[in-house]
């Protein structure tokens, strides 16, 4: 019989596949065009039903987690107890990526929705969501903290996106009208920001139970770094041609993103 987790994983891991296709679909069709913008929609939907049914399977793990992790099998108490410490370090790093994908990926809608009345963006929600984001890395050093030996590494290794995403969004909060077009430059940012969350999510928490990568020693970081390595000098690339592009424009505004 499928549990209430069974069933959420049944939604979850099809969202994901989509919502990378999405991604890849919106950043390589043309800025402001039909097939840009519908697939940049759904891209934002697919991810919010993925950091939904993350939510819920990841209190749904923390309620029972040999059931959800070893169901029906006997164990010693130290199986148990590794087990549930598993569980709930699993279970509270899917909910971390899933504040920083649910934070970054508003943020991109929310500008664009803002860009004729940029502090419009100012809402509580928004705003709210955007400390809770920062916040959470600390909470995630805090929990590193009692965490055993090597256990603790990933934590703190991932921790500053809870600090650079919660950041930047604050930072435009501030001030959203800073430079012309502000809201089209972090309109990139933030999209491609939920694209290394999701990307990040799909290698460590899906690919992972998927496929064996057999990776070992340093190499097993590769999946937890590699969508930040690559998508950090993607902003920076995008960012900056659409700089030069709208230099030459004059006072026109630029693509509907």
């Not at 809608?109 to 009345?117: I, K, Y």
């Amino acid at each position: 019989m499928k549990t209430a987790h069974d069933i959420l994983a049944l939604i979850h891991v099809p969202l994901g596949f989509a919502a990378l296709t999405l991604f890849w679909v919106a950043i390589s069709s043309r800025k402001g065009g039909r097939v840009h913008l519908a697939s940049g929609r759904w891209f934002a939907r697919a991810v919010y039903g993925i950091c939904a049914s993350a939510v819920l399977m990841s209190l749904a793990t923390l309620q029972d987690p040999l059931g959800i992790a070893a169901p029906g099998r006997t164990l010693t108490p130290v199986q148990a107890t590794a087990i549930v410490d598993a569980s709930r370090a699993s279970s509270f790093f899917l909910m971390f990526l899933t504040l920083v994908s649910l934070a970054t990926t508003r943020h991109g809608v929310m500008v664009v929705r803002t860009r004729r009345d940029p502090y419009a963006i100012r809402t509580p929600a928004h705003i709210g969501l955007s400390v809770v984001t920062l916040l959470s890395g600390f909470g995630m050093v805090v929990y590193a903290l009692a965490l055993p030996g090597s256990n603790a590494g990933l934590f703190y290794a991932m921790s500053p996106l809870g600090f650079i995403v919660g950041g930047i969004n604050l930072h435009h909060l501030a001030r959203p009208a800073r430079e012309p077009r502000a809201w089209f430059f972090e309109h990139i940012g933030a999209m491609i920001g939920g694209g290394i969350a999701v990307h990040t999510a799909f290698l460590v928490l899906g690919l992972n139970r998927l496929v064996d990568l057999g990776l070992s020693g340093g190499a097993a970081f590769i999946p937890w770094v590699a969508p930040t390595i690559l998508g950090l000098p993607a902003i920076f690339f995008f960012s900056r041609h659409y700089r030069k592009k709208f230099a030459g424009v004059g006072g026109r505004e630029g693509p509907p993103a």
